[in-house]
């Protein structure tokens, strides 16, 4: 079993919708979350990073974290064609020592016109 | 700012070679990582240097191996190249105390 599960979808929206997107993890000792944006033939960007268990806004995005029940989640909210992209999860056990990230599968996010 | 910069970015390579990818961090980041990326396995950690010494390793065998130097800039070598070692490439770099890693465009590798 992954440390880190991710629905690698694709998952296909209408434009302006809310877009959900969840990763479970099995290791307790993550304490740092991440969300890379990777678009097609371009590496992982960075959108957001959390510590603590709750939800962190940004423009758009949300990020939520459960450390209880071992599950983030990235919310989109009015969807655009440009958010169409690959959308991974990332952990950290140990903050910026030895710069190992687990990552999930990634979930291929679509957003129609 | 300039950002992340891998070289070369395709590269195609035989069965049994060795190759060479170029990473160079953005200025003032000490720490690069490395990451290889396929569609079976995803992302996965290969291993991490800060002020020139390698502070941790993936699960890798011993024919992937890097260096970095005094500049940061860091490479990664693969020897006695397999048909499984075609893959993305990624590298990224990261300042002290921050979480905010920056990946590069990655190098494609090919193994025929």
């Known amino acids: 079993q992954k440390e880190v599960e991710q629905d690698p979808g694709p998952l296909s929206v209408p434009e302006g919708a809310i877009v959900s997107l969840n990763c479970t993890y099995s290791?307790?000792?993550?304490?740092?979350f991440m969300w890379y944006r990777q678009y097609s033939r371009k590496g992982p960007e960075l959108l957001m990073y959390t510590y603590s268990s709750g939800n962190k806004e940004d423009g758009r995005f949300t990020a939520q974290v459960d450390k209880s029940s071992k599950y983030i989640s990235l919310f989109i909210r009015d969807s655009q064609p440009s958010d169409s992209a690959t959308y991974l999860c990332?952990?950290?056990?140990?903050?910026?020592?030895?710069?190992?990230?687990?990552f999930g599968q990634g979930t291929e996010l679509s957003v129609k016109p | 700012k300039a950002g992340v910069t891998q070289t070369p970015r395709y590269l195609i390579k035989t069965r049994g070679q060795q190759v060479t990818l170029s990473c160079s961090p953005i200025s003032g980041h000490r720490s690069v990582s490395w990451y290889q990326q396929t569609p079976g396995q995803g992302l996965q950690f290969l291993f991490e240097y800060f002020s020139e010494t390698q502070r941790n390793k993936g699960n890798f065998p011993g024919r992937f191996s890097g260096r970095q130097f005094s500049n940061s800039r860091s490479e990664m070598n693969v020897s006695t190249l397999e048909l499984g070692d075609s893959a993305l490439y990624l590298c990224a770099s990261t300042a002290w105390g921050s979480l905010g890693y920056t990946f590069g465009s990655g190098t494609r590798l090919t193994v025929v």
């Open positions: 990332a952990m950290s056990p140990i903050y910026n020592q030895g710069g190992k990230l687990i």
């Open positions: 290791n307790s000792a993550f304490q740092y």
